[in-house]
């Protein structure tokens, strides 16, 4: 398994905006799947967006067109730059990676934004 750390998040306003990152112990290079998921309180974790090694994207309707996935391989870490920010996306953000039966979790970082 793959260590994640992650970091990025803080208190904002709504409209603003904010980026993610997700630091990879090892290559991510290797890495076929990665995706950020949140979890607001009382809620179940929900995907947020996801990106295959062949960079191919996946994004919650919520989030499409003000989210967005990246990574560089050369600095092992993926992000998700998050713009036009809403109360709503307020959640614990963890990033995810899948390499063959292994799946890792970071230990998330939180986004709060204010009305």
């Known amino acids: 398994q793959v260590q994640l750390v992650e970091s990025g998040g803080g208190l904002v306003q709504a409209g603003e905006s904010l980026r993610l990152s997700c630091v990879v112990s090892?290559?991510?290079?290797?890495?076929?799947?990665m995706g950020w998921y949140r979890q607001a309180p009382g809620k179940q974790r929900e995907l947020v967006a996801t990106l295959t090694g062949s960079a191919r994207t996946n994004y919650q309707d919520s989030v499409k067109g003000r989210f967005t996935i990246s990574r560089d391989n050369a600095k092992n870490t993926l992000y998700l730059r998050m713009s036009s920010l809403k109360p709503e996306d307020t959640a614990v953000y963890y990033c995810?990676?899948?390499?063959?039966?292994?799946?890792?979790w970071g230990q998330g970082t939180q986004v709060t934004v204010s009305s």
């Open positions: 995810h990676a899948l390499q063959g039966s292994d799946s890792s």
């Open positions: 090892g290559s991510i290079f290797s890495i076929e799947y």
